[in-house]
């Protein structure tokens, strides 16, 4: 520990010259209670001390050469930790492996040692490095480039890579370091130029697996698949050796990924200091005075980007180098202006210790900057998600993190840039106004002491399979034995591709039958994204994802831009392209939308007497229709606008419970309020939900209706926002009772009065929060809750009855009356999947309420200001 206990350094004055080093290192414990005196109300609802842990080293294998020992010396490591050797044996005995553990653990060694070894060994042998950023790739191929290795070459292979480098590196590297896009769209399509790399390949390796989740998981799935395939053609069958952050279950989730049996290793034991990690909620504000835009959301709480903000101006001043983490890159900077501003007034020249830090800077100045904050030259820094910093950067006094990360995998890597070894350091996270971060900060059990998420991806969604099976017989005819390989869901897929006229059908295999490759984008968004454009200069301003762009850039849509207001002046879908000019009107415009949902299949379910909870396939529709414009100041409407838009469709995958009105009025909800109640329980439903799924609220998109054509009862819809599904709404279903258990007490514990951001009212309403009600919604879930319980309980599993999470993966196979749905209370709903309006249908005693409500990605985005991201 380093020196602390004395007084808080004095600010340097004006023309003084800034101290530089390292800050002094307060302690973690002195720090918070400086920070938190400076409330008048204790923002701390829970505090965490994370112990040190003192590192367990191991030998070096018999195998790994004297060499390369050697340089692994001259770069500091004298040897291993056990976890790194332990993957190092298992891949070097060539069984696939994930190593699963946190930040700066040294997963890189895992992978580097047997593959290195190989290549030092076997002159022949070659190794593919793949990372999800070129920057990481970047960063991978200096750590290797350093060892100073005879004979590896590693090169990078990316976008950027010059053409005339290409050719160089695919005949003489033999560590080339790439990823999963250039797979895709390079390297596996052009395989004939790499049969020589490819019929040499030891070893893949796949780095921050983790991040490979949801639809962009299932992509590279294939792409993994059509790696092996390629692969086996050039009779090669190559080790896979992954690493990921720590996750829950990466075992399984590295076997889904890859398709292949794959062993974990998951015990850190490399030594780091102990972390005090305070949950902080931001003080209540005032209520709002005249002239704050209060739109849709009444905001209880002061913003979290604020309180970040002042966070990292105090520690700054207490001389505490910190890093800030925001969700989104506008918010670090707005962290970064505010706090630079605070420290100016209070020192002028202060505020030039922070910086922001965001993915649009160059490499070398991201590097320059994190070089700064290790050194103390700087001494905060507001940033974007942990992947776009350096391995390097770690040993921090304090980590700020701004809003629930949406992960416990993500909490924990950037917490763990915190504390160097030997010393303690601070994390702090900050609630942001929203029901899942305020169940957080109130229940710490959900975020210590429980194991991290499992990544959760869905190779056999069809929507990815086809386009994938369709670019694998691109490269060369499918055969049946290839279907096997990809997986549940091909040959149906490949059927399909043969019915569309994509794949010829020959006694040999399936030919593509086009001379075209098929156009297949791993990071596919719903849609080609839209393009923004200021007419009068033909400057790009940005680009708005195909899914959005009716929301936000629809004509007269006021649109911001890195603070700069524009208003749409037209949208054209067919180019791809809204057309706008600056402008700064006093009202900010609301689109609005129909949406309605159709069941098309279910695929299970849970017979819990008045209610139902159910799997399946949907069709949801929906079309913006109009929108509203409202003054800034007072939130006072306008006017309405009509817009001509086109409909859109999504089939996807979606979980859903009925109630039967009987036992509702029986729990004491009057028939008037059956709207209001599902529509809340169905608000606090997709909020809580990326506690139980590795999803963004974003990702996912609900309905409720008092009664549904389809179901005949009350229900409450939550689908993926994907094509196809991402495995959001499966996971939804497995974790039912635990998830609409959260969801209750984050609605019943909160302290509003009649519903805020914190439990029920959702940032993305397509109906305005209206209505609304929050002590039935309750009631609703409460209902829910009991049936579901007694449900398992009937079928007798040992911890049946046990309400949070006994239930857990009990409603998937075993209970009596769940199973593969072939009648299950369900009229059997248009198979043909004609989405026929059936939501607006909706009838059960609504008012006002002639719609169903929904908040979906694809269907709508309450503009704010132009702003549509949450903070
Ligand atoms: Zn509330
Ligand atoms: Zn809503």
Redesign the pocket.
Known sequence: MTSDSGPAPLPPRRGQKLPSGRGPGRPPAELLRRLRARHATDPVTHVERVPARAGEPAAWPAWAPEELRAAFARRGVVAPWRHQAEAAELAYAGRHVVVATGTASGKSLAYQLPALATLLTDPRATVLYLAPTKALAADQLRAVAGLELEGVRPACYDGDTPRTEREWIRRHSRFVLTNPDMLHHGILPGHAHWSGFLRRLAYVVIDECHTYRGVFGSHVAHVLRRLRRQCARYGRTPVFVLASATSGDPATAAGRLTGLPVAAVTEDTSPRGGVTFALWEPPLLPPPSVGEEVADLVS?RRSALRETADLLADSVVEGVRTLAFVRSRRGAEVVAANARRALDEAVPGLGDRVAAYRAGYLREERRELERALLHGDLLGLASTNALELGVDLVGLDSVLICGWPGTRASLWQQAGRAGRSGDEALAVLVARDD?LD?YLVHHPEALFGRPVEATVLDPANPYVLAPQLACAAHEAPLTAADLELFGEGAKEAVDSLVEAGALRQRPTGWYWRHRERPEVDLRGEDGAPVCVVEESTGRLLGTVDGGSSHFLVHPGAVYLHQGVSYVVDSLDLADGCALVHAEEPDWSTHARDVTSLSVVSVRSYVDAGPVGLFLGEVDVTSQVVSYQRRRIATGEVIDTRPLDLPARELRTVAVWFTVSPGSLATAGVEAADIPGALHAAEHAGIGLLPLMATCDRWDIGGLSTALHPDTEAPTVFVYDGHPGGAGFAERAYRTAAAWLRATRDA?AE????????????SPKCGNGNNPLS?PDAVKVLDVVLANLARGNAAQASPAGAAGATGSDEATDGGPAGSGEATDGGLRDAAPGGAAGGSGAAAGGGSREAALPRQDGRASERTVTGGSSTPD
């Open positions: 209880v029901p305020t609605i909160c302290g509003c009065e009649t519903g805020c951001p914190s439990c029920v009212q929050k």
